[in-house]
């Protein structure tokens, strides 16, 4: 929610105070930049409270849940009435920044005369640019988590951060930095909302509770990167499950779906646990030194 309300205000604004943006890479460069250190700025509040201050990790969330919900929806509104229209609404030019576009342009010409191509394009090209962007974070994040040291450490401090301690980690840096810069990449997933999905107009609640099943997709992939983009996909073909396969019930039975599948995710996992696939033994526990 903080990275929806930041991502499009920052572009907002820049443009009442500039004119409407032609460059592409400015309206890029600051609804990502926009979104990100707000959602950063989410997680360090989360990170103080809970690894300086130690408070209860599942309390704090929660609070902190509503309180970007609540601080998302004011700003949203309040913007939304300083301006005349009563809508706060970025530029035709600034929108095209997040339209579709033909990854393969050339695909798109041989599909013209070939429905083999046509449906390749299709699938695979032809998405906004941030779909690709997170795939490739995915498997960056991947390969950090289990090639590199840093990476390495990370894990060792998810999963005994006394060990990890007397070893020499900086516990609380590492943790830190991971809960920071998850937050951002959060801001960025919560832009790709109001900027694409509600096409740079702010919609009261736009998000709608798409951050639980974002945390439920963590658990279903068993806390890998790489099964998230499965996962991603099965998620989102739920999501959109309505507009292929029609049955002529209400639409509200179609939007539930996810969330069904987000609660037999967690009864399944709960029920199949495994110690390949078990969540960090430290998650959620806050770490004492003094206990160590």
């Keep these: 929610f903080m990275g929806a309300i930041s991502g499009l205000s920052g572009v907002y604004f820049v443009e009442m105070a500039a004119g409407s943006l032609q460059s592409v ?26 690894i300086t201050l130690r408070a209860n990790q599942n309390v704090t969330g929660l609070t902190l849940t509503i309180f970007g919900v609540g601080i998302a929806n004011f700003l949203g509104t309040l913007f939304s009435s300083a301006n005349a229209s009563n809508y706060m609404v970025i530029s035709t030019a600034a929108k095209q920044a997040f339209a579709n576009t033909p990854l393969l342009p050339f695909l798109v010409r041989w599909g013209e005369s ?31 988590l289990n090639r590199t040291r840093v990476g390495l450490n990370l894990r060792a401090v998810g999963e005994s951060p006394a060990t990890a301690d007397a070893a020499g980690i900086p516990v609380n840096l590492y943790k830190y930095l991971a809960t920071v810069i998850g937050g951002g990449i959060c801001g960025v ?33 068993t806390w890998s990167p790489a099964r998230a983009i499965l996962g ?25 779906t996810p969330y069904v599948a987000t609660i ?29």
Excluded at 30 to 46: D, K, V
Aim: aromatic share 20%; net charge positive; with cysteine.
């Design 25 to 50: 890479a400015l309206v890029l460069l600051l609804a990502i930049l926009c979104s990100f250190l707000f959602g950063a700025f989410g997680a360090l509040i989360y990170g103080f409270l809970t």
């Design 232 to 256: 991603g996909i099965i998620f989102g073909g739920l999501t959109i499950l309505r507009m292929y396969i029609p049955m002529g019930i209400p639409i509200e039975i179609y939007d539930l």
């Design 114 to 144: 070939s429905p083999f191509w046509y449906y390749i394009n299709k699938l695979f090209f032809s998405y906004n640019f941030l779909v690709y962007f997170g795939i490739i974070l995915a498997l960056i994040m991947a390969w950090f």
């Design 264 to 292: 037999l995710v967690l009864i399944f996992t709960s029920i199949r646990q495994s110690r390949e696939h078990a969540m960090p033994k430290h998650c959620g526990f806050n770490y004492f030194r003094e206990e160590r």
């Design 189 to 221: 997933g919560g832009m790709y909302i109001s900027m694409v999905t509600a096409q740079g107009l702010w919609i009261y609640n736009c998000v709608g509770g798409k951050g639980w099943i974002a945390v439920a997709l963590v658990i279903f992939a």
